[in-house]
């Protein structure tokens, strides 16, 4: 079983930063790619940016230009700088660890304010 656990959640000014962490622990024989997924309130939950075991990054276009993903394979952790924060930014945001298999944490907050 792997255990993924989120932090650096919190509420902050629109035009600031963030930078949420992720990391997961347990039974892992290999994560292939690490993302960053988000849902706000009412609406689908949506793929922000992944990263592969290679080092491929993948961003949605809301996102590109500001938010930067990277990873540590060794310690199974994977980071999401958030720059230039918007409003419409805010979110429960989830870190998906994939390995065979989907491995989700339970999420953490971001609250942009205007």
């Known amino acids: 079983q792997v255990q993924v656990v989120e932090s650096g959640g919190g509420l902050v000014q629109a035009g600031g930063s963030l930078r949420l962490s992720c990391a997961a622990s347990g039974s892992i024989f290999r994560i292939n790619a690490m993302g960053w997924y988000r849902q706000a309130p009412g609406k689908q939950r949506e793929w922000v940016a992944d990263?592969?075991?290679?080092?491929?990054?993948n961003y949605a276009d809301s996102v590109k230009g500001r938010f930067i993903i990277y990873g540590d394979n060794a310690k199974n952790t994977v980071y999401l700088q958030m720059n230039s924060l918007k409003p419409e930014d805010t979110a429960v945001y989830y870190c998906?660890?994939?390995?065979?298999?989907?491995?989700w944490g339970q999420g953490t907050q971001v609250t942009v304010s205007t």
């Open positions: 998906n660890m994939m390995t065979m298999k989907d491995n």
């Open positions: 990263i592969t075991n290679s080092g491929h990054k």
